[in-house]
């Protein structure tokens, strides 16, 4: 499976920006898909993952009420639409995709996930 993300960029505090993940080399409707991020000096964290049909969603407490993750299966891609955006939302944000134990599987583990895409560099002004 290759993942292309893509979106990232430039926003003052309180702005909004939409990231999108497309995959290919796989089913694509068979997959979980999750966001990370990783701030500079600090390690990856855990943003959103969403459920093979979008059926579930599980968001980082710190992102919940402002973040929403989807997909759409037709064209093979998921979002992370980020709204209210906060300096501490600066990061590189990298998609991945999981092999889901169970139809329902959203999880916060990037053990869980077997492939990654690049990173989409996102910066938050104050």
């Known amino acids: 499976v290759q993942l292309q993300a893509s979106g990232g960029g430039s926003v003052q505090a309180g702005g909004s920006l939409k990231l999108s993940c497309a995959a290919s080399?796989?089913?694509?409707?068979?997959?979980?898909m999750g966001w990370f991020r990783q701030a500079p000096g600090k390690e990856r964290n855990f943003v959103a993952a969403i459920s093979w049909n979008g059926g579930s969603t599980s968001y980082a407490d710190s992102v919940k009420g402002r973040f929403t993750i989807s997909r759409d299966n037709a064209q093979s891609t998921v979002y992370l639409q980020m709204n209210s955006l906060k300096p501490e939302d600066t990061a590189a944000y990298y998609c991945a995709a999981g092999i889901p134990l169970s139809r329902s599987e959203v999880s916060s583990s990037d053990r869980r996930y077997d492939y990654w895409g690049q990173g989409t560099l996102v910066t938050v002004s104050s």
């Open positions: 080399g796989r089913a694509f409707s068979s997959l979980a």
